[in-house]
């Protein structure tokens, strides 16, 4: 497995996303688990979840808790894997998604995912969404005060503008160490806040990067470019969108979501799948 950097931590060039593992159309157990393991199995270091991955008002942290018991249940060493979680985003159990910010909230949120992750500090703790009725410093703030007693060992935001990025790097300095926003063939807006990260050395943890859980089975339908070059390749489109996302940057670290093992196991042999100047010229324009 290739690997880059998030902060001083060195992790696997392709990350798991655990989201469609717990929220609608989630699998049983036993088949979450066994996706988990096969990421494991084929190098994967890097696990992204958050405390609002669930379906239900009385199951926060279904997915946290769920990575838990798949780490525990591993046949092999976990030492180096990097789990990455989030707070700031609610799910209430009607359908919907709603947002605190507020430092209170943040930091018990962080203590919840501390004990449902089993650890005593996060390894990579993100603020998940901003929140329009607070100020985005308090917020920020609230993780940097959460860095310093000792409950995160680094720090991440998501959904961020390049002014956020700039404000959230001014207050954690360079405990500030990756960025998580939307990017795929389907959605580029985030190229200034991809560029801002190349400028300030940040990771770039793109989600979705394959177009949404319930599109990206439809990649190669509706980016033909994509699905003609993995014809060319023998490869899958899903496969080459990644290889894609990895030749945009240094610090692109896609973090692909993934509820059984065939698929994630796809998506990390794109670490293995070097496209040439052509095809991303393609891919580029697509």
Not at 34 to 44: N, P
Not at 117 to 139: F, K, M, T
Not at 205 to 229: D, H, K, M, N, Y
Request: aromatic letters at 4%.
């Amino acid at each position: 497995m290739n690997s880059r950097r998030i902060g001083n931590t060195e992790v696997s060039a392709i990350g798991l996303g655990g989201m469609p593992m717990s929220i609608e159309g989630r699998p049983d157990e036993e088949r979450s688990i066994r996706t988990i393991h096969a990421a494991l199995d084929a190098g994967v270091t890097l696990i992204d979840t958050a405390d609002a991955y669930h379906l239900h008002a009385d199951e926060v942290g279904h997915n946290e808790s769920l990575i838990a018991r798949a780490l525990a249940s591993y046949g092999g060493d976990t030492s180096g894997v990097l789990v990455a979680t989030k707070g700031g985003h609610l799910r209430p159990g009607d359908g919907s998604w709603t947002r605190n910010s507020s430092p209170e909230y943040l930091r018990s949120a962080c203590e919840a995912s501390c004990k449902r992750l089993g650890v005593e500090a996060i390894g990579l703790y993100q603020h998940h969404r901003p929140d329009p009725r607070v100020p985005y410093a308090d917020s920020i703030g609230a993780i940097r005060d959460l860095v310093d007693a000792g409950k995160v060992r680094m720090a991440g935001i998501s959904n961020a503008n390049p002014e956020q990025i700039r404000q959230a790097r001014e207050i954690l300095g360079d405990r500030l160490v990756s960025v998580q926003n939307q990017y795929s063939p389907a959605f580029r807006s985030s190229e200034p806040e991809l560029a801002l990260c190349d400028e300030l050395g940040l990771a770039f943890l793109p989600w979705s990067p394959l177009g949404g859980i319930s599109r990206a089975g439809e990649l190669g339908s509706r980016f033909a470019p994509f699905a003609e070059v993995a014809a060319a390749r023998g490869v899958s489109p899903q496969q080459v969108c990644l290889a894609w996302l990895l030749a945009r940057s240094p610090r692109v670290i896609p973090i692909p979501g993934s509820s059984r093992p065939e698929t994630i196991r796809d998506s990390v042999a794109a670490t293995e799948l070097q496209l040439d100047e052509d095809e991303l010229a393609v891919l580029d324009r697509a």
